[in-house]
C-alpha cells in the first residue's frame, strides 16, 4: 500500500470519535450458527467492530490494519470490555499469513483483487474453516462507501473468487445503514 493510502486511513480514524461504539458488519451474525469459536483474523479492522464482537463470541482475534490510530481503538475497547485482542500492524499487501492458522478470517470492506493475496489468505484458513467477507459491490443506486469503481465489485465477483470453496452464503443485496444510508 502506498504512503498516500496509509496516510490516508492515519487521518481517518484520528478523526473518528472513538467514544461512538459501532455494532459488528450484519454479516457476522451468521457466526453464531455455525461455529463455537476458535482462531481469528480479522484483515483491516479498523476501528475493530468486528474483532470486538468476534472475541465477545469466542473468538481468540488477531487484528490487523495498516493505522496504529485505528489500533489504539481496537486496544483501547478491548481492554474496557475486558477482551483479548492481538492486534497487528500491517500492511496486509506485505504480510506472510501462516498456513492453517485460523478457523475464521474476516474480510469487511477490503478489496484487494490480487490472486497471490488471495490465494494466502485462503491457505491461512485451517480446514472446515470459514471466510465471511462482505464488501460494497457496483450499483445503480446512490449507496454509500467508496465511490471508485476499484473498491467496488462486480456482480458476481466475489463468487467467482471463492468458486474453488464450499461457499455455505453468498447474498449481493442492499443493506439500510443506522444512519439511514443505504449500503
Excluded at 25 to 33: G, K, V
Excluded at 51 to 59: N, P, R, T, V
Excluded at 94 to 123: A, C, G, M, W
Amino acid at each position: 500500500m502506498s504512503d498516500y493510502e496509509r496516510q490516508k486511513w492515519e487521518r481517518r480514524w484520528a478523526e473518528l470519535d472513538s467514544d461512538i461504539v459501532r455494532e459488528p458488519t450484519s454479516t457476522l451474525a451468521i457466526l453464531e450458527l455455525v461455529t463455537n469459536g476458535g482462531e481469528a483474523m480479522d484483515l483491516a479492522c479498523g476501528d475493530g467492530r468486528n474483532s470486538i464482537y468476534l472475541a465477545q463470541i469466542g473468538f481468540r482475534v488477531h487484528a490487523l490494519d495498516i493505522s496504529s490510530k485505528a489500533l489504539d481503538m481496537v486496544n483501547e475497547r478491548a481492554r474496557d470490555l475486558d477482551l483479548s485482542v492481538v492486534t497487528e500492524l500491517a500492511d496486509i499487501e506485505e504480510h506472510t499469513f501462516l498456513e492453517d492458522s485460523y478457523d475464521l478470517v474476516n474480510i469487511s470492506f477490503y478489496v484487494n483483487r490480487s490472486p497471490e493475496l488471495n490465494l494466502s489468505i485462503k491457505q491461512a484458513l485451517r480446514p472446515g474453516g470459514f471466510i465471511v467477507q462482505e464488501q460494497h459491490c457496483e450499483s445503480e443506486f446512490d449507496v454509500a462507501g467508496p465511490t471508485e469503481k476499484r473498491f467496488r465489485l462486480r456482480p458476481g465477483e466475489l463468487l467467482n473468487l471463492f468458486r474453488d470453496f464450499h461457499v455455505k452464503f453468498y447474498s449481493e443485496t442492499l443493506e439500510e445503514l443506522p444512519d439511514s444510508r443505504i449500503s
